[in-house]
């Protein structure tokens, strides 16, 4: 049990040995979406590989670095590049970091994925603001003993993702002329990509879009008493919506094409939102 408390302190004095910079907001940056990390001024980047416990991210798309800097104003530390359970890390390694982000400071978390569009009305490219969402990968990083220091036993799900920050992101979105959808995201284990069938499942059940991801940093960050945002790229048309196969190529592609709506909005959201 203190193992991951030993691997968080000795990751923070790592960090402030390097920089000076004490981030208010940290963000964890999906499949294909490290291109905001770009944009950080003053950048101290941290290799994963140089933080005891972190995982390295085998999936194209994640350059699996730490970036510490100010963006917008404001100074953050950014994850550009995530871990995935389908690559065989516990959720214990999969949640460290952004237990390390709320260790360094950071009060709100702004999540951003690539997912699969399951609601008629979302097409590749939308950016979906996540209003909820349903654990469908058979696990949750809270099991096992409770590590008190970083928060309650059972932490409160009703408001994982903050209606306060996602109102400010409404209007913050209107103001950058950025359409912004609204859903439920679901997700699964992976990384096979879902059956037809689990896509009129999670029709009825009320999902909207589909990952691989983001639903375990969420639940560790509610834990720890953080306000979270968190915004999915519709990368493709869900399974058996979809008239062709699906690949990650696919979804970086889209993730691609989205890059200047997605880096005004998030570059804004980082400005605004308190």
Do not use: W
Not at 85 to 97: A, K
Not at 137 to 161: C, E, K, Q, V, W
Not at 205 to 216: K, L, N, Y
Not at 260 to 268: H, I, Y
């Amino acid at each position: 049990m203190s193992s991951t408390i030993d691997q968080l302190d000795v990751g923070l004095r790592l960090i402030r040995q390097r920089t000076s910079i004490q981030p208010e907001m940290g963000l964890i940056l999906g499949s294909g979406l490290g291109f905001l990390a770009d944009s950080v001024d003053g950048a101290e980047a941290i290799g994963y590989g140089e933080l005891p416990g972190f995982p390295v991210s085998t999936v194209e798309g994640h350059a699996s670095r730490l970036v510490l800097g100010q963006l917008s104003g404001r100074q953050v530390a950014i994850m550009q590049g995530r871990f995935h359970y389908y690559e065989g890390y516990t959720m214990e390694r999969i949640t460290l970091g952004v237990r390390l982000l709320g260790r360094l400071g950071a009060k709100i978390i702004i999540v951003t994925n690539a997912a699969g569009a399951i609601r008629s009305d979302l097409r590749p490219g939308d950016l979906m603001l996540i209003s909820d969402h349903i654990n469908l990968m058979g696990t949750n990083p809270l099991i096992g003993p409770n590590l008190d220091h970083l928060g309650p036993r059972f932490p409160d799900m009703s408001d994982a993702y903050s209606r306060d920050l996602r109102e400010q992101a409404r209007r913050v979105a209107d103001a950058e002329g950025v359409e912004l959808r609204e859903g439920v995201y679901a997700a699964f284990s992976g990384p096979s990509y879902e059956t037809p069938a689990e896509i009129r499942m999670l029709a009825k059940v009320g999902a909207d879009a589909v990952g691989m991801s983001t639903i375990p940093e969420v639940i560790a960050a509610v834990h720890l008493g953080l306000k979270v945002l968190g915004i999915s790229c519709i990368s493709n048309l869900a399974s058996g919506i979809s008239k062709k196969p699906l690949t990650h190529d696919e979804v970086k592609e889209t993730a691609l094409k989205a890059r200047d709506k997605f880096t005004r909005l998030l570059m804004a959201l980082v400005g605004q939102v308190r």
